[in-house]
């Protein structure tokens, strides 16, 4: 320890996405610091996955600016990238590789080669316990180990971010604990931001909490001070309340 304040690992500001006439993200702005788990909680629609693609520099905002460990996703996109792990929305890409290929793949990418390659590999393969099914093509596993691959090669470079799009998502409850357990472990580490629809995901693994609406920030808080902005003390009733439309 040095002493000395570190620069937030990720920083957003004013970011914005429009489709033509509608807004899907509105002014975006939040820093995260090493050490933080921020959940990334909305309705369906409310702009997460689209907020998370423009930080990953995956799509390219109409406004605001985002950066990885001081490097612009969009002006100094690869020095970001090599800092980032990124688990996109859905099913990794090349469904025809098998875990194992597509895994060497994604390292050679990275640039790794030799032992250090086969090392990543292996070290990915068991943080996400995909020894059982490394030599099946991706496009036969389940949704669950479909989801474990695209963590694999998330982490497989070990990066000081990590964005991950509904990390759980179409995971059996012991496979969920694996990996917020997993997620709670690299915590100290590192800056990651999950996107979830599931409340007691917050509770389990977040220091931090923003909730979208309508893509606009309307919280940002711990899990504590945001169950207590209702007086039953239940986060859900907190996202209802900040999420759906008031009644006319
Ligand atoms: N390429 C696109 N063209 C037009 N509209 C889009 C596009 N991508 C996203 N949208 C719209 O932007 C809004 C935000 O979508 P986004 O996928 O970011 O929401 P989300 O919060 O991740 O939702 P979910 O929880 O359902 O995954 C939605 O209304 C969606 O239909």
Do not use: W
């Not at 990543?120 to 093509?137: E, N, S, Y």
């Not at 998502?169 to 997993?182: A, F, I, M, S, Y």
């Not at 996107?195 to 909490?209: N, W, Y």
């Amino acid at each position: 320890m040095t002493g000395q304040t570190e620069s937030p690992l990720i920083e957003i500001a004013g970011l914005t996405k429009r489709f033509g006439a509608f807004t899907a993200v509105d002014d975006v702005s939040f820093k995260v610091a090493r050490g933080e788990v921020l959940g990334f909680l909305g309705p369906n629609g409310a702009g997460k996955s689209t907020t998370m693609r423009m930080l990953a520099g995956f799509m390219t905002p109409t406004a605001g600016r985002a950066s990885i460990c001081g490097h612009d996703v969009q002006a100094d996109a690869v020095a970001a990238r090599k800092m980032l792990g990124f688990l996109p929305e859905g099913a990794p890409t090349y469904p025809e590789m098998t875990v194992l290929s597509f895994l060497k793949f994604v390292a050679r990418i990275r640039g790794y080669s030799g032992g250090e390659l086969a090392d990543r590999v292996d070290h990915a393969i068991g943080l996400t316990t995909l020894a059982g099914v490394r030599m099946q093509p991706v496009e036969t596993l389940s949704k669950g180990f479909k989801r474990r691959v695209g963590l694999a090669q998330a982490l497989l470079h070990d990066p000081p971010v990590l964005v991950l799009d509904e990390p759980t998502d179409g995971l059996d409850p012991n496979q969920k604990h694996e990996v917020r357990t997993l997620i709670a472990r690299m915590a100290p580490s590192k800056a990651i931001v999950i996107s979830t629809h599931i409340l007691e995901e917050v509770d389990a693994v977040c220091s931090r909490a923003i909730v979208i609406a309508n893509g606009r920030v309307v919280a940002d808080a711990t899990p504590a001070e945001l169950a207590k902005r209702h007086p039953s003390g239940k986060l859900d009733d907190v996202f209802r309340a900040l999420t759906q439309p008031k009644a006319a």
